[in-house]
C-alpha cells in the first residue's frame, strides 16, 4: 500500500525552509555597505536573490517528492469498493 | 496615471481587447457550465485543467498594481522592495501549510466556498457567519482597490478624450456579462489571455527601458551616488518589516477566499501541484523585472517626491512612446496589459464575493431552503449591486496604492487558524476559534484605524495573528468542544491520513 505524503507530516522539510528564507533577509550583515555590485545588484541583494532562487527550488523538491494524497486516498476507496485489500 | 501620448486610440485599443476578450469567452468557456449548480457555476465543475488553473492562480494574484504600483515602490525604497519577490514566493510557502489536505477534503465533501470548510469543521453558526464577514470584508476592501486602479489607469490610458467614468462602466460590463454567463471557467479563459499580455508587455517594457534609459549596473551606480540610502544594507527595522510582510502575504494570499477556491476548483492534486510549481518561479518573471524598471526609472527620472512617484511608469512610457512608432503601439498593448491585469483580479473578487453571498449568506442564512439555481442567480443579483455600490465609493480615490494592499490583508488573514490549526488539531473549539478571529480583527483593525501601521517594522495585520493563535489555542483550551463534537471534527479531516 502506498503511503500517503503530506508536507506539514515531513518534519525535515521544515527547519530547512525556515533557514532559507530567514538567511534571504539581510538582518545579519553590516548596515549601510552595498559593495562589490554583482551584475547590477548590491551584494546583499544578490545574496537574498539566491536565497530566493533556493526557496523556489526547494519548494519544488517539496512539491514534487513530499506531496501525494489524492492517488493514495482514491485507490483506498476503490480497494474498499471492490472488496479487495493490499496483500 | 497621465499619458498624454495616448487619447482615442487608447479608447478604440480598450474597447477592441475587451470585446476580444468577451468574445473568446462566450465562444469557449460558456458550454457545459451550468448556472443551476454552484459547484459547477462557481468551481467550473471542479475541473480546472494545469494550464488554466496556473494562469488564473497567476493573473489573480499579480493584479495592475504589481505593474503601475511596484516600479513606484522600488523606486522610493531602493534594493529593499526586492522583498516583493520572496514575499511573493512565500505564498507558496503558505499553500504548503495547508493545501494538500483541504484539497482532498475539499473534494470529498463538495465545499464550493471558504465558509463550507468553517461550517463542517466547527459546526457553529456564529464561527460560519463571522468568518464569512471577515471574508467578505477583506474581499470588498480589495474589490474597490481594483476599481479605483481600474479608473486610474482607463483615465490615462484615454487621456480625458472620454470621462473615465464611463470607460470603467464599460469595462465593468464586459466582465460581468462573461461571468453571468460562464462563471469561473469564463473567468479562468480570460484570465488565461490576460496573464499572456501582462508578461509579454511586463518584460518588453523592461527590455525597452533598459534600451532608453540605461542598464541596471548604470542605474545602480548612479542611486548609490545620489541616495544610497536605497542601495545600501537596509536598518534593522527595514529587514522586520521584511520578515512581517512574509507572513502578511504569504499566509494572507494563500487563504484569499478566491485562492482557496482554485484549491476546491482544481481538477486533480496533480494539477494543482503543477500550477504551484510554476507560481513558485513566477515572481522572478513578474515583482523582479517590475523592481528593475523601477530601479532604471532612478536614473531616468531622478528627485520625484512620493506622489510624482506614483506616475513613474506613465512618465517612462511616456517617454519610450515618443522615440518611435513601434514603441507607442508596444506602450499602447502594455496599458491593455495594465487594464486586462485589473479585469482579471477584479473578475475573480466579484465571482468569490458573489459565492459567499449565495451560498453562505443566502444559501445558509436567509433562504436554507433555496435550490442552487435560485442560490447563483441570488449571488449573481447581489454581485452587481454591490459592485455598483462600491464603484460609487471609488469616485474619490484614495492618493496612493500601497496602504489599501496591506489593509486588506489585515482582516483576511484573521481567518487562518481555522485552517492552519484546524486542520491538524481537533482540539481547536468554536469559541477558540470565534474569538481568536474577533480578537486578531479588533488589533488589526484598531491599528490600521489609529494610524500605527507597523509596530517595529511588523505590520497590524501580523500581531493580530499572533494574538490570534494565542487567544485561539488557549481558550480552546479554556473552553474545550465537547468529546463527541470533538470526534465529529477529527471525522472531517482525519480520514486523509489513515496509511
Redesign the interface.
Known amino acids: 500500500?502506498k503511503?500517503?505524503r503530506?508536507?506539514?507530516?515531513i518534519k525535515w522539510i521544515w527547519p530547512v525552509?525556515l533557514a532559507i528564507?530567514?538567511l534571504?533577509?539581510?538582518?545579519y550583515?553590516?548596515?549601510?555597505?552595498?559593495e562589490p555590485?554583482i551584475?547590477?545588484?548590491?551584494y546583499?541583494?544578490f545574496i537574498?536573490?539566491v536565497?530566493?532562487?533556493a526557496?523556489?527550488l526547494f519548494?519544488?523538491y517539496?512539491?514534487?517528492n513530499c506531496?501525494?494524497?489524492?492517488?493514495?486516498?482514491e485507490d483506498?476507496s476503490k480497494r474498499q469498493k471492490t472488496g479487495g485489500g493490499s496483500k | 496615471m497621465n499619458l498624454p501620448f495616448i487619447g482615442w486610440h487608447g479608447v478604440i485599443t480598450i474597447v477592441l481587447y475587451a470585446l476580444f476578450i468577451l468574445g473568446t469567452t462566450l465562444y469557449l468557456a460558456t458550454k457545459g457550465v451550468s448556472r443551476k449548480s454552484l459547484s459547477s457555476f462557481y468551481l467550473a465543475n471542479k475541473g480546472l485543467g494545469p494550464l488554466l488553473l496556473f494562469f488564473t492562480l497567476f493573473s489573480t494574484q499579480y493584479s495592475g498594481n504589481t505593474v503601475v504600483g511596484y516600479p513606484a515602490t522600488a523606486y522610493r525604497m531602493g534594493?529593499a522592495w526586492?522583498?516583493s519577490?520572496?514575499y511573493m514566493?512565500?505564498v507558496?510557502?503558505g499553500y504548503?501549510?495547508?493545501a494538500?489536505?483541504l484539497?482532498?477534503v475539499s473534494?470529498k465533501f463538495g465545499f464550493v466556498t471558504p465558509s463550507d470548510w468553517f461550517d463542517k469543521r466547527f459546526n457553529s453558526k456564529a464561527v460560519t457567519l463571522i468568518a464569512t464577514l471577515l471574508m467578505a470584508y477583506g474581499l470588498l476592501n480589495y474589490l474597490l482597490e481594483q476599481l479605483v486602479a481600474m479608473g486610474q489607469a482607463v483615465a490615462g490610458l484615454t487621456a480625458g478624450v472620454i470621462p473615465y467614468i464611463y470607460g470603467v462602466l464599460f469595462l465593468i460590463a464586459i466582465m460581468l456579462v462573461y461571468e453571468w454567463m460562464g462563471g469561473l471557467k469564463a473567468v479562468a479563459l480570460a484570465d488565461f489571455i490576460n496573464g499572456v499580455v501582462i508578461l509579454v508587455g511586463v518584460l518588453g517594457f523592461l527590455i525597452l527601458a533598459w534600451v532608453n534609459f540605461g542598464?541596471?549596473?548604470s542605474?545602480?551606480?548612479n542611486l548609490?551616488q545620489i541616495a544610497?540610502s536605497k542601495?545600501?544594507?537596509?536598518?534593522?527595522e527595514s529587514?522586520?518589516n521584511?520578515?512581517s510582510y512574509?507572513v502578511l502575504v504569504g499566509i494572507g494570499a494563500a487563504v484569499y477566499p478566491h485562492a482557496l477556491q482554485r484549491i476546491y476548483a482544481a481538477e486533480?492534486?496533480?494539477t494543482l501541484?503543477k500550477s504551484?510549481?510554476r507560481m513558485?518561479?513566477m515572481?522572478?518573471a513578474t515583482t523582479?523585472v517590475v523592481l528593475?524598471i523601477g530601479i532604471i526609472g532612478t536614473q531616468a527620472f531622478p528627485g520625484l517626491d512620493r506622489m510624482q512617484s506614483e506616475q513613474l511608469v506613465g512618465m517612462m512610457a511616456n517617454a519610450l512612446a515618443a522615440k518611435s512608432t513601434a514603441n507607442y503601439w508596444f506602450m499602447m498593448l502594455l496599458f491593455s496589459g495594465v487594464i486586462a491585469a485589473i479585469m482579471s483580479t477584479t473578475d475573480s473578487v466579484v465571482l468569490s464575493l458573489s459565492s459567499l453571498l449565495s451560498n453562505d449568506i443566502y444559501g445558509k442564512i436567509i433562504n436554507p431552503k433555496a435550490d442552487e439555481g435560485q442560490k447563483v442567480l441570488w449571488g449573481k443579483i447581489a454581485g452587481i449591486i454591490l459592485v455598483f455600490v462600491l464603484l460609487l465609493i471609488a469616485w474619490k480615490p484614495p492618493a496612493t496604492l500601497i496602504e489599501i494592499f496591506t489593509l486588506k490583508f489585515e482582516v483576511l488573514i484573521q481567518v487562518a487558524p481555522a485552517f492552519l490549526l484546524g486542520l491538524?488539531w481537533k482540539g481547536l473549539s468554536k469559541t477558540g476559534v470565534l474569538w481568536g478571529m474577533i480578537a486578531g480583527a479588533v488589533l488589526a483593525g484598531a491599528m490600521t484605524f489609529t494610524g500605527v501601521k507597523t509596530w517595529h517594522g511588523w505590520h497590524g495585520g501580523v500581531l493580530g495573528l499572533a494574538l490570534n493563535l494565542v487567544v485561539a489555542v488557549v481558550l480552546s483550551f479554556i473552553f474545550p468542544d465537547s468529546p463527541e463534537e470533538q470526534k465529529g471534527a477529527e471525522e472531517s479531516y482525519a480520514?486523509?491520513?489513515?496509511?
Open positions: 500500500m503511503q500517503v503530506e508536507p506539514i507530516r525552509m528564507i530567514v534571504g533577509v539581510p538582518w550583515l553590516p548596515q549601510g555597505t552595498y555590485i551584475m547590477g545588484f548590491p546583499w541583494t537574498s536573490i536565497f530566493t532562487a526557496l523556489s519548494l519544488t517539496v512539491i514534487t506531496w501525494d494524497m489524492e492517488s493514495t486516498l483506498d | 534594493f526586492w522583498m519577490v520572496p514566493v512565500m507558496i510557502v504548503m501549510l495547508f494538500p489536505r484539497h482532498v473534494k542598464s541596471l549596473g542605474a545602480t551606480a548609490a544610497p542601495v545600501v544594507v537596509p536598518q534593522i529587514s522586520m521584511w520578515l512574509y486533480s492534486e496533480k501541484k504551484l510549481m513558485a518561479w515572481p522572478f523582479a528593475i491538524y480520514w486523509t491520513v489513515k496509511d
